[in-house]
C-alpha cells in the first residue's frame, strides 16, 4: 500500500468568502432582494449575508425571512422603523462583528454595487495589504452608467467638497461599496457617529483615516438601480454639507482643546 501523494491528499480549499459578513440594508426592495441575494451568494458561497430591513411597507422583510429559511447563510435584522442608512450600517455592523466576522462589506440592494465585484473588493483585506478598501467610481477605470448631470454633479461635487474641508486623499467618498477589516470597525467608536443617509459614507472614511487605517480604493462601475426609485433628496444633501463642517470644526476645536491641556 502507498502513501497518498500530497495533491490526493490536500484538503479542499474553504469557500470564497468565508468570514465574510455581507451587510445589505433595505428599505422597498421586494423586487431586488431575491436576485441580489442569490449572486452574491453565487459570488461568494462561504460568505454571511446579513440583510436589514426597516420594516419595508412593501413586504422586503417577509421575502427576506422566507430566504433565510431555506439558506442558513442569510440571516435578517428586522427594524420597527426606518431610521436611516447610517443606522441600519452600523445595526448590522455590530451583529457581524458579534458573528465573529474578519471581513465586513456593505452595500446596496438596488444593483447599483456589482455583486460580480466582490472578489476584487475584499482581496486586499484579505491579503493583508488594507484596513478599509472603496469600490470606487472616481479612480482610474471607474466609472457610472445611467445617470444625468445632476446626480453626477451631486455626486462628484460631495465628494470634493469633503476631501478639501476633512484633508482626505480618497477620490470617492460618498460611495457606499466597501470592504472593511473587522477588528479596523471594532476600533472605531460607533457612539457619536452622525449617521444620516449620504453622509454617513463620508463620516465613516474620515473615522478609519484619522485612526490610522490603510485605505484603497478599487475602480468600479457603478449603475444605477434596476428597479423602484433612488432615495436621494435634497435635505440629505443638506445634510452631507452640514456634518462635513461639523466633523472638521470638531476635529479642529478638538486639536484646541489639546493644546490648551498640554
Known sequence: MTDPSPTAAAVASPPAGEGVWVVLPTYDEAENI?????????????????????ASPDGTGRLADALAAGDPRIRVRHRALKQGLGRAYLDGFTLALAGGATTIVQMDADFSHDPGALPDLIGPVGAGTADLVIGSRYTKGGGVVDWGLGRR?????GSIFARVVL??????LTGGFKAWRAATL?????DGVHAGGYVFQIEMTFRADRSGARIREIPITFRDRRVGQSKMSRRI???ALVVVVQLRAE?????LRRRRGS
Do not use: C, H, W, Y
Not at 476635529?251 to 486639536?255: A, H, N, Q, T
Open 237 to 239: 444633501v443638506v445634510e
Open 167 to 172: 484633508g482626505l486623499g480618497q477620490n470617492d
Open 153 to 157: 454633479v451631486v455626486s462628484r461635487g
Open 186 to 190: 471594532a476600533a472605531l467608536p460607533f
Open 251 to 255: 476635529e479642529l476645536l478638538g486639536r
Open 34 to 54: 431575491k436576485p441580489m441575494a442569490a449572486a452574491i451568494l453565487a459570488t461568494l458561497p462561504g460568505a454571511t449575508l446579513l440583510v436589514v430591513d426597516d
